[in-house]
């Protein structure tokens, strides 16, 4: 049996990752041209800074038991300092609780290492780049998968490792059930809304002078931020979570200088030049982000598969990504939980055929 995954992020990647090493039959499509998905490290003078996700927890097994096999190296993130915290009117106080994400692990080399692993270990007529699938046909042995430039390859079953609400915009034939295409347009990418900044300098300033370079605003552009410095050794750098909806955000420039203004605020004038200041806006990456996804997340979604989007074509499409993920959906775990609950429905289907 031929498993199409089509999406290489994360969850994509530890699936096939799996079917590799079982000797099972597989082909990993990717429309971006690297692997990664929503994870995206930036190699700048000999540090590693991520421009997707950043961390994970104890308590998440799957992805310490699979970092731990890789030989890749966590760290905590840096949380020593005082918080800093801007008000309504761009006021800011110190020393209002402490940060917000200690005790969260970070990766040595950034996340990219984590996926960059896995796809090394795949061998390459397994895995194809700028490979976008528009269309899914059932065929009488299984099915076929169209890409943008015409080419078809068939599979004798899918898997959608990829944001819902992407995999919605392709093409089923024959269609599939209108509550399965409801259920795919109204599941929330997790984050897929959000402009991430990072600015980098040549010393932790904010260390220095006591602060932890965790800070909440109310003022904005960016309404959270955070020490993104290397485990040891510079560059250092701060990031930010940008909270001003993405169609206020279009302009790029005007952007950058409200955030660099805001850095000064909080951190004081050391903060005014940063050597890089590198904007990764979500919402307007096609391939993880629709138009749905602009809308504000207010708390976090109650991630997992409806059951609209069981057994769809009798069992020959397969829903994953860390959305359909029940216990973890939304984070790293949950994208490798997400894979293991489609091994499992995979090895249910084979053994049923």
Known sequence: MTVLIIGGGLSGLALADTLEARGQDYVLLEARSRFGGRIKTLHHQGAQFDLGPAWFWPGQPRIAALIDRL????????????????????QVQRGRGFSSM????????????LTDALTGSLPDHRKRLNAKVIKLVRTKSGVAATLHNGETIPAQTA??????????????????????????????????????????YETPFWRENGLSGDAQSRFGPMVEIHDASPATGGPYALFGFIGVPPKARKDVQVLRHHIQNQLVRIFGPEAANPSELLIKDWAFDPLTATQ?????????????????????????????????????????EGALEAAENTLQTLQLRHVEA
């Open 71 to 90: 030989g890749l190296e966590p760290f905590e993130q840096y949380a020593s300092g005082d918080l800093s915290f801007e008000n309504e009117q761009g």
């Open 292 to 332: 749905a996804d602009h809308a504000p997340l207010f708390s976090h979604p109650d991630y997992g598969l409806p059951p609209s989007l069981a057994s769809l074509w009798d069992g020959l499409l397969h829903v994953s990504g860390t959305e359909a993920a029940p216990q973890f959906g939304g984070y790293l």
């Open 159 to 200: 898997v959608l490792s990829m944001p819902p609400r992407v995999a919605a915009n392709i093409l089923f034939d024959p269609v599939i059930p209108d509550a399965a295409v409801s259920s795919l347009q109204n599941i929330p990418t997790w984050m897929a809304g959000q402009g991430k900044a990072v600015a980098i």
């Open 102 to 113: 200690q005790g969260s692990l970070r990766l040595i080399g950034g996340l990219a290492s």
